[in-house]
T-cell receptor, first 111, second 111 residues
């Protein structure tokens, strides 16, 4: 079955880069997503990558995809205190329509 | 444009009581999802409806039922609530292989 794994916690200093990692199991995944959740709120899409891409850059965000190893990462450059949140990785199976999320990584940014 | 609307926002139930969580979207999305969020467990898929007229089990369906009433509405029912169902419940909707939009969540406590 499908499974998405993430580490639970990451702490960085303001101005440093943050790298959040994710592994997934479903080789039929066509889209992979990164969502952000701020306290007391629902999830909002940060960025996504199609499975035939290796990299996608969007301002301070860089997504890397290693399809062979089923490994996805999100790099946030020049991390700010406002980036403190929970970050979720998700995989989408275009055959079934299933959308599966990981456990979420809590990013703590210290001033 | 309200997006995804969940009701109620908060609910306290006694063990054994039943209730229905309501979700409605006004974006003409085909697919709708119900998740539960627990600390350290991330978002776990309970049930989903890839298109109107279909529903499928997710990762943790036991103790729940769903109804895709029409294209707009997807309800989640707890027939006999248990303390293990204390959680925050999120509804989401999307067009296949696009961004999922989330409601603000329902915080359910079963005592």
């Amino acid at each position: 079955g499908e499974d998405v794994e993430q580490s639970l916690f990451l702490s960085v200093r303001e101005g440093d880069s943050s790298v959040i990692n994710c592994t997934y199991t479903d080789s039929s995944s066509t889209y992979l997503y990164w969502y952000k959740q701020e306290p007391g709120a629902g999830l909002q899409l940060l960025t996504y990558i199609f499975s035939n891409m290796d990299m996608k850059q969007d301002q301070r965000l860089t997504v890397l995809l290693n399809k062979k190893d089923k490994h996805l990462s999100l790099r946030i450059a020049d991390t700010q205190t406002g980036d403190s949140a929970i970050y979720f990785c998700a995989e989408s199976n275009s055959n079934t329509g299933k959308l599966i999320f990981g456990q979420g990584t809590t990013l703590q940014v210290k001033p | 444009n309200a997006g995804v609307t969940q009701t109620p926002k908060f609910q306290v139930l006694k063990t054994g009581q039943s209730m229905t969580l309501q979700c409605a979207q006004d974006m003409n999305h085909n697919s709708m999802y119900w998740y539960r969020q627990d600390p350290g467990m991330g978002l776990r898929l309970i049930y989903y409806s890839a298109s109107e007229g279909t529903t499928d089990k997710g990762e943790v369906p036991n103790g729940y039922n769903v109804s895709r009433l029409n294209k707009r509405e997807f309800s989640l029912r707890l027939e006999s609530a248990a303390p293990s169902q204390t959680s925050v419940y999120f509804c989401a909707s999307r067009l296949l292989n696009t961004e999922a939009f989330f409601g603000q969540g329902t915080r359910l406590t079963v005592v």
